[in-house]
């Protein structure tokens, strides 16, 4: 029968963000391994990003990301779609007036994309069977059930944070989140969490107004996941058990992670999606001693006020370390660039590089690194892991203060920035003594191998996530069997 040999075919839709976009340029690379057909969904915008990174990297440079990765006989093609926005649109200085279109706009352009896919597919091809989304669109079954596609909603981050949000409900109930005066005692009541403290919530859970316009995307999105086939999720049955176990109670969730860079995964297949060029810290790194430089950054999107800032950079200066320091040009805002303090990087030229961006998997990979410095972003903490990095955590915005959380109190292998109300040049210079030279850091060291281990551990072959992958990919073959014995069988 026509159709019955052909491959699965995938459309991936990550949000536009570069801590998004990367486990799912990972994952599709996965996913391709196994046989799937994958289409490859960027915005114009971001496509755009990243192609001027590259070419600024090097002249003339291939735009097509996956390039090496067809070369290498996997089946993956890179498409793009407009957002609703012009490309000189600043999405940074204008965000929710570019969440705003992510709501309303962006599903149009994507249902326009995905019709056209299904309906062009040649007899000899496998016409799209699954929808491989980002948890944040709040249409993905949408879309999904329009065109009878399997609908696997990606989640990125942290599964702790996926189930606070899945039982908003509960919290509302509680008063923890949404009345006039949230409790402030501890959270005992969510399946799958022992206890967490109302500290410890996202940023947008702690915050007194509720209807900003990424509220409503929260509260949109997390009654579309519940709509989902599957959920897959970034993080590792063995960090978070009892969690994933919840969850995939209440429907099929699959804990797939760490979904890791080729270089951590130990593919042959490189895809580079930075939308930032990259600087060269190698020769840098070269000419320090083992375990002796501090990495700092704050990840791709977080921002943060020009005062911190300021005592960052004193507390860098003043604790004598050595340091990387990836500094945004828009780190505080687009439209705020001049935010260092005078004269600090020729105080600090001996033993400090600054640098707009980097590689930061080459950095803290490399030997010299001792310790990071972060915002608490999820792929920044499993990479971390991965490379036996003790971390300082600096929470910023969204997931990071539950990130802390889980790296400070619950696996214990980072310590917090500021226990106080703000920062001080003071306590900088302090935490970064502590992390790097101080009576904590063997200890520390000694855990967060302990937990690289358990990540080593479930991506062996016969691992958790390894296990996990086989069963979430054999689930979609089935279900994608499934439909293209339909669209056979309707003559398409």
């Not at 709040?138 to 990125?156: E, M, P, R």
Request: proline share 5%; glycine share 6%; net charge negative.
């Amino acid at each position: 029968m026509a159709g019955t040999n052909r491959k699965p075919h995938a459309i991936m839709l990550p949000y536009p963000y570069q801590g998004h976009i990367n486990p799912f340029v990972h994952l599709a690379i996965k996913l391709a391994s196994r046989g799937f057909t994958i289409t490859f969904v960027l915005t114009q915008s971001v496509h755009h990003q990243i192609s001027r990174a590259r070419n600024a990297a090097a002249a003339g440079h291939n735009a097509d990301i996956f390039a090496k990765a067809r070369h290498s006989g996997l089946d993956i093609r890179c498409t793009t779609v407009p957002d609703g926005f012009p490309l000189s649109f600043d999405r940074s200085l204008n965000h929710d007036q570019f969440v705003e279109g992510l709501i309303h706009v962006f599903s149009a352009h994507v249902d326009d994309l995905v019709g056209n896919l299904i309906n062009s597919a040649a007899e000899s091809e496998s016409p799209p069977t699954c929808f491989i989304a980002d948890t944040f669109y709040v249409w993905g079954s949408a879309i999904a059930s329009k065109y009878n596609l399997v609908h696997v909603s990606f989640w990125t981050e942290p599964a702790l944070v996926l189930t606070l949000y899945y039982h908003l409900d509960l919290l509302r109930r509680n008063g923890h989140f949404a009345s006039p005066a949230n409790r402030r005692d501890t959270i005992d009541y969510i399946p799958g969490v022992r206890a967490i403290e109302p500290a410890d919530l996202m940023s947008y859970l702690q915050s007194p107004d509720i209807w900003t316009v990424v509220h409503r995307v929260i509260y949109r999105a997390f009654e579309d996941v519940k709509k989902a086939d599957i959920i897959i999720c970034n993080t590792i049955q063995e960090l978070e058990p009892e969690t994933i176990s919840a969850l995939h109670s209440q429907q099929p969730t699959f804990a797939i992670g760490p979904v890791f860079a080729s270089g951590f995964a130990k593919s042959t297949v490189t895809v580079t999606t930075s939308l930032w060029s990259e600087s060269d810290c190698t020769q840098w790194l070269q000419r320090k001693g083992k375990g002796s430089v501090l990495y700092v950054s704050f990840g791709s999107y977080a921002h943060t006020s020009k005062n911190d800032i300021v005592e960052i950079a004193h507390g860098l200066a003043a604790s004598g370390a050595s340091f990387i320091w990836v500094v945004r040009p828009d780190i505080v805002s687009s439209d705020e660039t001049d935010f260092l303090p005078p004269g600090f990087e020729e105080r600090v030229r001996d033993r400090g590089l600054v640098v707009p961006w980097c590689s930061q998997i080459a950095v803290i990979s490399h030997p010299a690194i001792g310790g990071f410095l972060t915002h608490g972003g999820w792929n920044s903490i499993l990479e971390s892991i991965w490379c036996s990095v003790p971390l300082i955590c600096f929470p910023l915005v969204t997931d990071q203060f539950t990130n802390r959380k889980l790296v400070v109190d619950d696996w214990e292998i980072g310590i917090n920035l500021c226990d106080k109300g703000s920062i001080t040049r003071q306590e900088v210079a302090e935490k970064i003594g502590c992390l790097m030279n101080g009576e904590k850091l063997d200890g520390l060291r000694e855990r967060i191998r302990a937990v690289r281990q358990k990540l080593e551990g479930a991506l062996s072959r016969d691992g958790s996530s390894e296990r996990n992958f086989n069963d979430f990919v054999e689930k979609m073959e089935v279900r994608s069997r499934k439909k293209l014995g339909m669209i056979t069988a309707n003559g398409h």
